[in-house]
């Protein structure tokens, strides 16, 4: 039973960074990808990047190409995303997803909010 828990967030300054976390659970398969999404207020959620649990291969979406990294610690079961140079429109519950390979986004965490005042 898969279960996924974000922490991590809070109320920052633009210009400030931020790193947030995933500890996954359950995990009984190999092939998979684990990704970040957020949803801003009175917005539908849209796809921040995604990595490979396996090869480590990654991909952004344009808004956080060059300000977010993701990356994860395979032994700890537990993704990241590192946030840098904060943008109030950043502004948005965080959640982290699950993915195993060549299916849909099948799991999700409760999110985390992250807030950038100006």
């Known amino acids: 039973q898969v279960r996924l828990v974000e922490s991590g967030g809070g109320l920052v300054q633009a210009g400030e960074s931020l790193r947030l976390s995933c500890a996954a659970s359950g995990l009984t398969f190999r092939n998979f990808g684990m990704g970040w999404f957020r949803r801003a207020p009175g917005k539908e959620r849209e796809f921040v990047a995604v990595?490979?649990?396996?090869?480590?291969?990654?991909v952004y979406a344009d808004s956080a190409k060059g300000r977010f990294t993701i990356s994860r610690d395979n032994a700890k079961n537990t993704l990241f995303l590192q946030m840098y140079s904060l943008k109030p429109e950043d502004t948005a519950v965080y959640y982290c997803a699950l993915a195993k390979e060549g299916s849909r986004w099948d799991y999700w965490g409760q999110g985390t909010q992250v807030t950038v005042s100006p």
């Open positions: 990595i490979s649990w396996s090869d480590g291969s990654t």
